[in-house]
């Protein structure tokens, strides 16, 4: 599925800024946090992306993963409803400053998922 692959996509161009400038990838995870939408979006935002992964785990090379990244992505939604917007704000300005030394090694692992996203999906659709 396509949208997988631009999911990907968008992994490896984020995780090239998390990689070259991993302070200004913290500082701009607080400056996000601070927006009134902050909440709303990454919620939606997760729980969209994984009914995409669950719908179309079909098309891929490998569906079991893709189905179990859906759920995850769901699951994590669910999670930020229940946990709320001040503590998700919270934790957001907590792990930027926490983890601002993991950034960019998180950023390799994140771009080599990209295109592990990527592949697989192109893969699939070419199977199919």
């Known amino acids: ?9 968008l992994m490896m161009c984020l995780s090239v800024i998390m990689m070259v400038n991993p302070n200004y990838w913290s500082d701009q995870i607080v400056n996000f946090s601070k927006k009134p939408y902050f909440h709303w979006f990454e919620l939606i935002s997760r729980i969209g992306a994984g009914l995409v992964f669950v719908l179309f785990n079909e098309s ?3 569906p079991q993963l893709i189905l179990g990244i859906g759920y995850l992505l769901i699951a994590v939604g669910i999670g930020l409803l229940i946990t709320g917007s ?3 704000r919270g934790f957001a300005v907590w792990s930027a400053e926490k983890f601002k030394s993991t950034f960019r090694f998180a950023g390799v692992g994140s771009f080599i998922f990209g295109i592990f996203l990527i592949y697989i999906s192109i893969i699939g659709v070419l199977n199919n």
């Open 86 to 88: 001040v503590k998700h």
């Open 60 to 62: 891929t090379l490998y």
């Open 1 to 9: 599925m396509y949208f997988i692959a631009a999911f990907g996509l």
